[in-house]
């Protein structure tokens, strides 16, 4: 096990998983907690070393990503939004490279997303048209993930030519920019809103890439390895207050058949490990009884995430496998 993954399962161990109940009733991540994962470098775990980053490597980047996710769901699912920006902006222009991306290694600038508008398609949940030196940006997306933990937002915005514009949008309601809280009965901790844009305009300065949304589209089943790792922290995190032997060999195998698996075999990589966290809770109740399902009791905590995680990150192939997997 590499430092890194080391350090956070320390982390989710020592100061995560203890407080995931207390974090869970009140609806609200620390902040201290997220300031911890920053003092352990791990707001700057995909960003380059030139900028105060850890560069990890994906095994390392899923390493942390599956231990914090054992610790506490909410603290680790704002965190793990951050990791798209430092590497999208290491390679952006000046001078937003040198405005943001230091701080962003360092966790001193937190960052949400909003992808809808490149990851689905049909008409784009939001849209872009440039005038003059501004981007003018109109529609929304009902989940924004960390909205009172981030100081902007990476948001992806198409044109009338299907290019997808990434924006860096200050996380500031006004001008345009209103947000509507989701409530949700897993992970309610994790500050996730509905994001509204009316004629919100963003300098073109913010500009970090711009793609063509087939281009994009074409290397989305590649990126869908990392939220597996949400899963099999759940599952690791089962397998160890239920004690059974069993549970950690299927977790071994979910696990090797996610990193074994090439874009064409994730959907069924993903569907496996989030039918095996569903799975794990539902054993972890069944051995440890009827207190279980008393409210706070960790089980019915766990079991709810599992439940969030049979649906978030998914993908039309992830769906049906999952839906073959439970028997659907
Ligand atoms: C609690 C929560 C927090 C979230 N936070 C964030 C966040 O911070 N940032 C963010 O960007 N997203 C976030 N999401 C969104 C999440 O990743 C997407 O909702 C999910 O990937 C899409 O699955 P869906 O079932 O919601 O489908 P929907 O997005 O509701 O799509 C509806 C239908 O559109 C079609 N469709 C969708 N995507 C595709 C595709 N790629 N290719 C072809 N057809 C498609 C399918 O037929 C699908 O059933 C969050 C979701 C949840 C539940």
């Not at 090797?256 to 496996?272: F, I, K, M, N, V």
Request: glycine share 12%.
């Amino acid at each position: 096990m590499s430092d890194i993954v080391a350090r956070a399962r320390a982390l989710a161990d020592d100061l995560l998983f203890p407080a995931a109940g207390a974090v869970d009733a009140a609806g609200e991540v620390p902040g201290a907690h997220l300031d911890a994962l920053a003092d352990a470098g791990l707001y700057g775990l995909t960003g380059p070393v030139s900028a105060g980053g850890l560069a990890a490597d994906r095994a390392t980047v899923h390493g942390v990503v599956e231990a914090l996710a054992g610790g506490d769901l909410s603290t680790t699912f704002v965190w793990l939004q951050h990791l798209l920006a430092p590497g999208m902006i290491a390679e952006a222009p000046e001078p937003l490279r040198g405005g943001f991306l230091a701080d962003l290694c360092a966790g001193r600038v937190r960052s949400g997303i909003a992808l809808l508008a490149a990851t689905r398609p049909g008409p784009p949940a939001i849209t872009a048209r440039r005038e003059g030196d501004v981007f003018v940006l109109d529609g929304g997306v009902p989940w924004v993930t960390g909205w009172a933990h981030v100081d902007v937002v990476l948001v992806a915005a198409r044109d009338a030519a299907d290019v997808v514009h990434f924006l860096l949008v200050d996380a500031v309601a006004g001008d345009g920019l209103d947000v509507v809280p989701q409530q949700l009965v897993a992970v309610q901790a994790s500050s996730t809103v509905g994001l509204r844009l009316t004629g919100h305009a963003v300098p073109v300065s913010r500009l970090v890439r711009s793609v063509p949304l087939d281009r994009w589209q074409a290397g989305d089943p590649a990126g869908l390895r990392l939220n597996g790792s949400l899963a099999l922290g759940l599952t690791a995190r089962c397998a160890r207050l239920a004690e059974l032997p069993s549970l950690d060999a299927d977790l071994a195998d979910v696990r090797a058949q996610l990193d074994a698996a090439g874009p064409d075999g994730l959907p069924d990589a993903r569907a496996a490990a989030a039918a095996l966290a569903h799975r794990a809770t539902g054993l972890l109740a069944v051995a440890t009884g009827s207190r279980s399902v008393s409210r706070g009791h960790p089980v019915e905590r766990l079991a709810r995430e599992a439940l969030f995680l049979l649906v978030f990150g998914s993908r039309p192939a992830i769906r049906t496998a999952l839906l073959h997997r439970l028997g659907g």
